[in-house]
Structures are given as structure tokens and as C-alpha cells.
């Protein structure tokens, strides 16, 4: 392995600085590889970042350059620009947005048929573990790319899993693992319900749970912390989670596997995103099963 190989990316581009992409982008900004910032809202590039105002700026100066985008439609109409600007060959793309198998593969065709290195990494522990520098990296793609990147990933996250080398894996842990998410949310709200409707006290049940069979992570943070003082701020909106919660369903159809779970849990969080308006925090999805409480 030649060294070159192994040096670490002079220069970082960061692209979409929404809930999850600026806290991230602002702890790897602390390091001291220069870090160029763009997204189509100005003003959202953290301190000591280096505001850029077009994506090829951000291409043409950077080394490697990290993506952190709504959907697969926006992941793959920005691999497509980044494909088609001159000198990109030898530079890394780093998908770290949760958009399901079928886009990362295709945004990694375009990216990988110019020479460039396309990596499929979505994070996981929604915006709090952003802001905590807390989250996980599915990593999923080059082993060497990924020993390479370690100091940088290091400063905004806790633990990096390689799952594959096949773009798509790390989507599909993704939303395995959100889906599991979004179901104990949801369960866990009807059953904390059920307690409350015999005169248990909403502490009382967060108490024996969390030191008992049922705990998870709906009962370690987001009922003590989010719900039980009526602040429902988790950070990661209601419509993001069925979204994920929607592609997870469609590729359990496409992989043929059990689903009769899945199925369920997507009726319920379909209802919260109809019952809530827009951008409402997913803890809410009590709130919206508290009000069909004896309907």
C-alpha cells in the first residue's frame, strides 16, 4: 500500500447543514483540517468553517467531501453535479444521509463511474448525538477509506461500525435499526398509556421499566427526558421518522422477509405524520395516541 494512500485528507467539504449536518460539520471543524461548508440556506456554516456558495466550490478545494442530505432524491441529484464537474477523479464522497439501498447504489455508480471513491455511512442517535459528538457511523465501503478518515470521524462520533463494502449495506442497517426505534417509541407510548389508565404514575412506570425487560431507549431518554416535562424536543422530526420507517417497509418487501411488525408500526407513525403538523418532534407520537386513548 502506497503511502500516499494512507495520508489523511488535506482539505474537508461539508454539504447540508441542516439538524444533523451542522453539528456534525462544527465538531469537524474544531480539528484542524480546513473544513469548506455549503448549503442552499446561507448563514448556517458553524465557526471556523469556510463558507463556500456553490457545491462545485466545495468540490474543487476539497479532498474528500462529506454529504448530509434529506433524501435519495437530493443525494442522487447532487452525486450527478458532482460527477459531471472536471478534476474530481481520486477525491471521496461520503453519504452519511439515510436514503435506502437503492439510492446509495445508484449514487455510488455515478460517483464511482468518474474515478471517485463513493462511501456509503449513515449515522445513527438523531441530533442530540450530534451535538454530543455521540453518534454511530454505519460505515459501508472501503476498509482503507474508512482507517483513513478515523481522525476526522473521531471528532463528531463515538463509534464506527464497518457492516460491508457494498454500498447499501450501511442503509440497510440504518433502517433496520430506526425502524427498531420507531417501534418501541410507539409501544412504548401505548404501553406507559395502559399504565397511566390505572392510576400509575408516568415516573413511577419510566422507573421499574428502565431496570427491567421492557427498557430501551424510548424508556432511558425519551420519556424521562423529552416527555415527562412536556418538552418534546428530541430533535428529529415525526415525518423524518416515518420516512425512514416507509423505505424500511419497502425493501423488507423487496428482500421478501417477515414484515408483520413493519407493517403495523408504519400504520401508526403514517397516523402521527397525518396527525401532527409539520416538523413536530417524534416524541409527540404519545401526545397523538394519548388523544385516540378510548376512542
Request: proline share 5%; with cysteine.
Amino acid at each position: 500500500m502506497k503511502g500516499s494512500e494512507m495520508s489523511a485528507p488535506q482539505t474537508i467539504g461539508f454539504v447540508g447543514l441542516g439538524q444533523m449536518g451542522e453539528p456534525m460539520c462544527a465538531f469537524i471543524c474544531k480539528g484542524d483540517t480546513p473544513v469548506l461548508c455549503y448549503d442552499r440556506m446561507p448563514g448556517l456554516t458553524p465557526e471556523r468553517g469556510i463558507a463556500k456558495e456553490s457545491l462545485a466550490e466545495v468540490v474543487a478545494g476539497a479532498d474528500t467531501i462529506f454529504l448530509s442530505l434529506p433524501d435519495g432524491k437530493i443525494v442522487n441529484a447532487v452525486a450527478a453535479e458532482i460527477a459531471a464537474l472536471p478534476d474530481v477523479a481520486g477525491k471521496v464522497v461520503i453519504d452519511m444521509s439515510t436514503i435506502g439501498p437503492t439510492a446509495a447504489k445508484e449514487a455510488a455508480t455515478t460517483i464511482n463511474g468518474v474515478g471517485m471513491t463513493f462511501v456509503d455511512a449513515p449515522v445513527s442517535g438523531g441530533r442530540q448525538g450530534a451535538l454530543k459528538a455521540s453518534i454511530t457511523i454505519i460505515w459501508s465501503g472501503s476498509r482503507v477509506e474508512m482507517k483513513r478518515h478515523q481522525p476526522i470521524l473521531n471528532l463528531f462520533s463515538k463509534n464506527t461500525f464497518h457492516v460491508g463494502d457494498t454500498p447499501g449495506q450501511g442503509q440497510a442497517v440504518k433502517l433496520l435499526n430506526n425502524f427498531l426505534s420507531a417501534s418501541a417509541m410507539a409501544a412504548s407510548s401505548e404501553a406507559v398509556l395502559f399504565g397511566l389508565a390505572h392510576g400509575v404514575e408516568m415516573k413511577t412506570i419510566i422507573d421499574v421499566v428502565k431496570v427491567s425487560t421492557g427498557n430501551n431507549t424510548a424508556i432511558e431518554d425519551k420519556f424521562p427526558n423529552r416527555i415527562l416535562p412536556g418538552t418534546y424536543d428530541a430533535g428529529f422530526f415525526a415525518e423524518l421518522l416515518n420516512k425512514d420507517v416507509r423505505l424500511y417497509n419497502e425493501f423488507v418487501k423487496e428482500a421478501g422477509t417477515s414484515n408483520l411488525m413493519g407493517e403495523r408500526v408504519a400504520e401508526v407513525w403514517n397516523l402521527v405524520e397525518e396527525t401532527l403538523p409539520p416538523q413536530s418532534d417524534f416524541t409527540r407520537v404519545f401526545e397523538v395516541l394519548e388523544n385516540r386513548s378510548g376512542s
